[in-house]
């Protein structure tokens, strides 16, 4: 950019005449435009490049209270780096030592990382913004955090904008965010708040949209959009009402592959020496009747402690948490068994779980060889009724995520302790046919089909 040109920044777009700014802030607002910058859809923030010098002059913003004009020295922090706990605090008690009032602020962490964006209004403070500049120079060496200090400038907020909410669900794949942004921008659709998580072969992505200035009639663009996103494999959803009040949504996870990798049961398979055939027709039972009879007198702590010592992968823990904070309800149906997917639930913090339901002798403490109450398979659509009537929501607002038709676990990964399993085996606490009945337990290959 020439000098002498204000630089400006939209809410997705920076000119800056600093290079390794114009970066720090393309990262920034690449992670979460709009938001970083704690301002209302529609406003605009002007940032004076490189550090504040002390002639510069205070911003001023006006309060519509029916009184002058207020002046006010406003200034925007941001900064980056590890996290830590007390962070917060240490750089807020600092700001407030010199009577600098913090107006607006928005922290985050990303897999360690610490960043942080904060308005502070220093009208009340004696300290001149080279001095400010110091004591923020400070705190970046006190906390290891690096923050910098520049001059803002709010611009009112438009009382008539339209918004509109927009999710995407489906199998994560390159391309998805290039393709949705270059539709939206197309029929002048703004972005002014993105969040995505894709993990375990998973994508969900929600953008806030002004739609203020759209080209063509929503209903057309939401077609579009939904056109060319379903050929990618993306479901798409949409609110215009009430934007800020989100609806209530669930993942269901639908996995009616085996939950043990491919990895991990080729090689219990061989250290067992348990017959593949035999395995791979346990496999195919979509019923799980073959495996109940299998698994009569097996004890149930003997069970309970190969399923007490599964862990889920890092990918599958940051997944599920990231719905859950976004606000979903997440749901699990398995072909593996009941007391398999409650367990696991119970740990990862999934709401609804469902699996074939061996029965047990309370008495004996063992496994009985039948299925509770002559269990025929998963009835797939009578579940998501149950759902959609507990919830009170809508058929369409339950994205379903399937498995079953290659060699990956959508969404909920689960790692096995063969050492457990093994020495089970090895110590004569299950047969060998025990042991691949057990196996068969985690999940069959087939599927009931309803």
Not at 116 to 141: C, K, Q, T
Not at 384 to 400: E, H, Q, W
């Amino acid at each position: 950019m020439p000098d002498g040109q204000t630089p400006f920044i939209g809410i997705n777009v920076i000119l800056y005449r600093n290079p390794t700014t114009f970066n720090y802030f393309t990262y920034l607002l690449w992670m979460h435009p709009a938001k970083r910058f704690k301002v209302i859809p529609q406003t605009l923030v002007q940032i004076t490049p490189g550090p504040p010098e002390a002639t510069s002059v205070p911003s001023t913003a006006t309060h519509d209270q029916g009184g002058p004009m207020a002046r006010e020295r406003l200034y925007f922090i941001h900064g980056i780096g590890p996290d830590a706990v007390g962070l917060i605090g240490k750089i807020t008690q600092e700001i407030a030592k010199y009577n600098g009032n913090v107006i607006d602020l928005h922290q985050d962490v990303l897999h360690g990382l610490f960043i942080i964006y904060a308005v502070v209004d220093l009208s009340g403070s004696p300290v001149r913004i080279d001095e400010f500049n110091a004591i923020i120079a400070r705190l970046s060496e006190d906390t290891g955090i690096t923050l910098s200090v520049s001059n803002y400038n709010p611009v009112p907020r438009n009382a008539e904008k339209k918004n509109m909410l927009c999710i995407l669900v489906g199998t994560d794949t390159v391309g998805i965010i290039s393709s949705m942004s270059q539709l939206l921008s197309k029929y002048a659709i703004n972005i002014e708040f993105a969040r995505n998580i894709g993990r375990e072969g998973v994508f969900l992505m929600e953008l806030m949209t002004d739609i203020s200035d759209c080209t063509i009639p929503i209903e057309n663009v939401q077609r579009t959009v939904s056109s060319a996103m379903e050929q990618i494999g993306i479901k798409t959803m949409y609110q215009t009402d009430d934007v800020f009040n989100r609806k209530k949504r669930v993942i269901l996870f639908d996995i009616t592959l085996n939950m043990i990798d491919d990895q991990q049961r080729s090689e219990l398979v061989n250290q067992a020496g348990i017959d593949e055939h035999d395995l791979d027709s346990l496999l195919a039972d979509a019923t799980g009747a073959s495996i109940a009879r299998r698994l009569e007198g097996v004890p149930l702590a003997t069970y309970e402690s190969i399923i007490d010592n599964v862990h889920a992968t890092s990918d599958t823990v940051e997944l599920l948490q990231t719905l859950k904070t976004m606000g979903y309800t997440i749901g699990l149906i398995t072909s593996a068994s009941d007391l398999f997917a409650r367990s696991l639930a119970s740990r990862l913090g999934i709401d609804l779980s469902l699996g074939i339901p061996y029965e047990s002798d309370d008495d004996a403490r063992t496994f009985s060889g039948s299925i509770d109450g002559g269990f025929e398979g998963i009835d797939r659509q009578q579940i998501i009724t149950s759902v959609v009537a507990k919830l009170g929501i809508t058929r369409d607002d339950i994205t379903i995520i399937e498995a079953g038709h290659g060699p990956h676990l959508p969404g909920v990964h689960p790692v096995f302790n063969m050492g457990i399993m093994l020495g089970l085996y090895n110590r004569h606490s299950v047969s060998r046919e025990q042991l691949a009945a057990i196996i068969a337990s985690f999940g069959t290959a087939g599927s009931s089909g309803k």
